[in-house]
């Protein structure tokens, strides 16, 4: 019986291997029962970001670091030409179970450069990024030319 059982684990542990993805497993088994548990835990993965964002200045920058993989809890982080982020009155993070979210406002030349998101569990981390191109005159002047030009 135990020779079964481990060929059942060692099936099992080679398929995952092969997969590339196995990072911890687990082997419960009773004496009395002869029952098998095994626990593949996975390190996060992150959805794709698109590779260049232009907006212009005054808008918004919503970043979505969301996870399709893994086991949680999940720990987000953002940064900006690798250097951590910090909330402030312009800038905040919103995380849930599975996702989390950076927000700037009001967008200036200054907020060009490079934004990754890095998503950690205890089994391994991902990371994602983007660059922002901030360029232009502010979205409420446009607005303001727009009109005028239209005669309101």
Known sequence: MIFKV????????????????????????????????LFFADAPRLMQFNKLIDLPKGSQFILLCNSYNGLSPF??????????LHQSDRLTVDSKDSFSQLIIKKLSEDDSGNFSCTVENSFGSDHQWTVLSVKGLPSECLIFVQNVALGR
């Open 6 to 37: 481990l060929i059942t684990f060692l099936l099992a542990l080679s398929m995952a291997l092969s997969d590339g993805k196995l990072i911890f497993v687990v082997l419960v088994w009773t004496w009395n029962s002869n029952i098998l548990f």
């Open 75 to 84: 720990r987000f982080s953002f940064f900006k030409d690798s250097h951590p």
